[in-house]
């Protein structure tokens, strides 16, 4: 019962999340078509009907709560430094849970209202989920599931380190950009390639240098 406590507020915004999603299901016609998928120009190109859209959000955040609060259950990482998985896993479930429920929403808010006209606010929220993942991720211990998984980070705990370091500042930079992108550079098609570039290249990065880590570490020891 102790532990469940530590993921109260992780607990709310499930609770949170199905009244909403209740509320919408009265709001929403049979024939309503909710927005799953968007491309890489911010534009939506998957759809599913009314239940499924109503569901898929909601049924995310709850096997994502049950992943994350039952990690000390079935991972065999959790023991070699679970003191930091318990400081790290409730903040973490919280930020995911919210973010996912937030785009689960924003998805019936189309599927009832349409698009929000002059900003593009499918990269608003993403780019708030990054700026919250670079908060969190130089804090977590080396796991095969959460953070930035190379065969290299894995292999070394310092290269993990660093590259967990670097990826939190690239993280929020890009997260930054999407924001940016979101509210301000809808009209301009040079900027918003500039600025998609940017973004993919802060959040893909962190993994190319964790191989540049190993290279140069292979090299001190040969």
Same mark, same amino acid.
């Given at each position: 019962?102790?532990?469940?406590?530590?993921?109260?507020?992780?607990?709310?915004?499930?609770?949170?999340?199905?009244?909403?999603?209740?509320?919408?299901?009265? @709001?929403?016609?049979?024939?309503?078509?909710?927005?799953?998928?968007?491309?890489? @120009?911010?534009?939506?190109?998957?759809?599913?009907?009314?239940?499924?859209?109503?569901?898929?959000?909601?049924?995310?955040?709850?096997?994502?709560?049950?992943?994350?609060?039952?990690?000390?259950?079935?991972?065999?990482?959790?023991?070699?430094?679970?003191?930091?998985?318990?400081?790290?896993?409730?903040?973490?479930?919280?930020?995911?849970?919210?973010?996912?429920?937030?785009?689960?929403?924003?998805?019936?808010?189309?599927?009832?209202?349409?698009?929000?006209?002059?900003?593009?606010?499918?990269?608003?929220?993403?780019?708030?989920?990054?700026?919250?993942?670079?908060?969190?991720?130089?804090?977590?211990?080396?796991?095969?599931?959460?953070?930035?998984?190379?065969?290299?980070?894995?292999?070394?705990?310092?290269?993990?380190?660093?590259?967990?370091?670097?990826?939190?500042?690239?993280?929020?930079?890009?997260?930054?950009? &999407?924001?940016?992108?979101?509210?301000?550079?809808?009209?301009?098609? &040079?900027? @918003?390639?500039?600025?998609?570039?940017?973004?993919?290249?802060?959040?893909?990065?962190?993994? &190319?240098h964790s191989f540049i880590l190993f290279k140069k570490s292979r090299n001190k020891d040969s």
């Amino acid at each position: 019962m102790s532990r469940i406590k530590k993921y109260k507020w992780a607990l709310l915004v499930l609770v949170l999340h199905l009244a909403a999603v209740l509320w919408f299901a009265t @709001q929403l016609p049979a024939d309503a078509q909710v927005p799953i998928h968007w491309n890489y @120009q911010s534009q939506i190109d998957g759809w599913t009907g009314r239940t499924a859209g109503l569901v898929w959000g909601l049924g995310i955040n709850v096997f994502m709560f049950l992943l994350l609060f039952m990690f000390h259950w079935y991972s065999p990482w959790y023991k070699r430094n679970a003191e930091r998985f318990e400081n790290i896993l409730p903040p973490l479930t919280t930020t995911l849970l919210s973010c996912f429920a937030a785009l689960s929403l924003y998805s019936l808010y189309v599927a009832k209202w349409g698009e929000v006209p002059g900003i593009k606010l499918i990269l608003v929220l993403i780019g708030f989920l990054f700026v919250f993942l670079g908060n969190i991720l130089p804090k977590v211990p080396k796991n095969t599931m959460i953070g930035i998984r190379t065969p290299w980070t894995i292999a070394n705990e310092l290269i993990w380190e660093k590259t967990h370091r670097l990826g939190g500042w690239l993280f929020v930079i890009g997260g930054l950009i &999407l924001i940016i992108k979101g509210l301000f550079l809808t009209g301009s098609s &040079l900027l @918003q390639t500039i600025t998609t570039v940017l973004a993919f290249g802060c959040l893909l990065y962190p993994s &190319l240098h964790s191989f540049i880590l190993f290279k140069k570490s292979r090299n001190k020891d040969s």
